[in-house]
């Protein structure tokens, strides 16, 4: 069986190298040319697959439509963003279909592995395909939906070791699509009874995670009207055995913060509003300017001039140690400050200035260029700048200025007297 992967992003990369280690002629293809070309010269700009097993890896990149005239099995791992508007962006999932519907050749499996709401595969992917090939679905080739689960950064749960779903159109279908999956997937493989729950069991998983995330922080907003520290109070309730263990923070990057619009519009579209879901989406996007907020009431408290205090923001990504920086939140505390009259520094040692510089309209600064800060705001503790935290405050905080905590990395008790600390 020949393999192709469409997208070779965080997803599809490390699936097309793992399916190359078990089948000989696994191709990858991706539409960004300079994508592919890092990829060939064994970079992995997302650094999810290392230098090293790029270079043995027998996977064939290319760019080229013609590479993929052979493949029995497609495997489609391209974005699936949502627009200003929150509404779902196709786009990519009918480019990526049209592209496969070209060599599609009888007999083929075409599984998706991008996130989507139920009927996405079989209402929308199928169709276009059919057109595209001149070939009908389910009669000379079949559908199947396998999400994937890897969360960037996490070298425990990696494509390998977390049990992957996996659907298809037919009994036949899914006994090949689970046993290819198998050979590559050590903790095995579920096998959803249709793609329709498959595709609603993964954009569930990211929903929940959301909403869990968004009571805690606005658990968090209730907590600092009451002076009393998040981080304290869930230590003590996480003593019992039935709390979840779910922090405040800023919910970026390109599913948790995303996905629920996948399920929200599919249930408006059927006459449905979910109140719930939405009203977790509003608070965790909030959360951004409320930092910022925040963090200028106690720079007025303790009169310094918000205009003319040195702010340094620390941390930009989405999350800790990875350069993804989609649809991270860190750029509204920016606007916020900015908004204000404030003009503060942002660091970052993972990120690309020119990303930023693109997608934020904001400059990085180079770390060695702070000084000493009226107002540090920790926003993404990185291990490369939070390694040794005594250093990191003695480095970049006045002995009477402000750090902004807003993972609760640091604990009160390790800053100086006449420091100030505040945590969401
Ligand atoms: N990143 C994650 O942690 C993660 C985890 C689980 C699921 N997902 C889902 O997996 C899907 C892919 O996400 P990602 O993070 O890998 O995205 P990504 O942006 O990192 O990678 C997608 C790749 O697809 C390529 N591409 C775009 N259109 C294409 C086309 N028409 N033909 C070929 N290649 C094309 C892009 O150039 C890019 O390299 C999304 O639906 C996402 O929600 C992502």
């Not at 922090?247 to 929200?264: A, E, K, M, R, S």
Request: negative net charge; contains cysteine.
């Amino acid at each position: 069986m020949k393999i192709g992967v469409i997208g070779l992003g965080y997803v599809g990369l490390p699936v097309a190298v793992a399916f190359a280690k078990k089948f000989d002629g696994t191709i990858g293809f991706d539409v960004n040319v300079s994508r592919v070309e890092e990829l060939k010269n064994g970079f992995d700009s997302c650094r999810e697959v290392s230098e090293a097993a790029l270079q043995q890896s027998n996977l064939f990149i290319t760019s080229e439509l013609k590479d993929l005239s052979n493949v029995d099995f497609f495997i489609v791992a391209v974005p699936t963003p949502v627009d200003e508007n929150h509404t779902p962006d196709l786009t990519p999932l009918q480019a990526a279909s049209v592209t496969v519907g070209k060599v599609l050749k009888k007999g083929a499996i075409v599984v998706y592995e991008s996130t989507v709401y139920p009927g996405v595969t079989e209402d929308f992917c199928g169709p276009i395909l059919e057109r595209t090939s001149g070939l009908t679905c389910g009669e000379d080739f079949t559908l199947g939906y396998s999400p994937e689960r890897i969360n960037p950064g996490d070298t425990e749960h990696t494509l390998e070791n977390i049990v992957k779903v996996v659907s298809g159109q037919d009994d036949e279908c899914l006994k090949t699509i689970a046993e290819t999956y198998s050979t590559i997937i050590k903790a095995g493989v579920h096998k959803a009874p249709s793609i329709r729950v498959a595709e609603a069991a993964k954009v569930i998983e990211n929903t929940q995670r959301d909403l869990n995330i968004a009571l805690m922080n606005e658990l968090s907003l209730i907590f600092d009207m009451m002076g009393i520290r998040t981080k304290d109070v869930l230590a003590a309730a996480s003593t019992k055995w039935n709390f979840l263990k779910f922090f405040p923070g800023l919910v970026g990057g390109h599913c948790i913060g995303v996905d629920p619009y996948y399920l929200t519009t599919a249930a408006e579209r059927l006459g449905y509003h979910p109140e719930v879901i939405l009203a977790g989406r509003r608070i965790n996007d909030s959360m951004g300017r409320y930092v910022a907020q925040r963090a200028m009431k106690i720079m007025v408290k303790k009169e310094i001039p918000v205009s003319q205090a040195q702010v340094g923001v620390f941390g930009i990504t989405f999350k800790e140690n990875i350069p993804d920086t989609r649809n991270s939140r860190v750029p509204d505390i920016v606007h916020e400050l900015a908004d204000f009259g404030c003009s503060p520094l942002v660091f970052d040692p993972h990120a690309n200035p020119k990303e930023i510089e693109e997608e934020y309209k904001i400059s990085l600064s180079p770390l060695d260029s702070t000084g000493m800060l009226d107002v540090v705001i920790l926003a993404v503790a990185h291990d490369a700048l939070i390694g040794d935290k005594g250093e990191f405050l003695s480095k970049y905080l006045k002995p009477d200025g402000i750090l902004i905590d807003v993972k609760s990395v640091f604990h009160p008790s390790e800053l100086q007297p006449e420091q100030t600390y505040w945590s969401l």
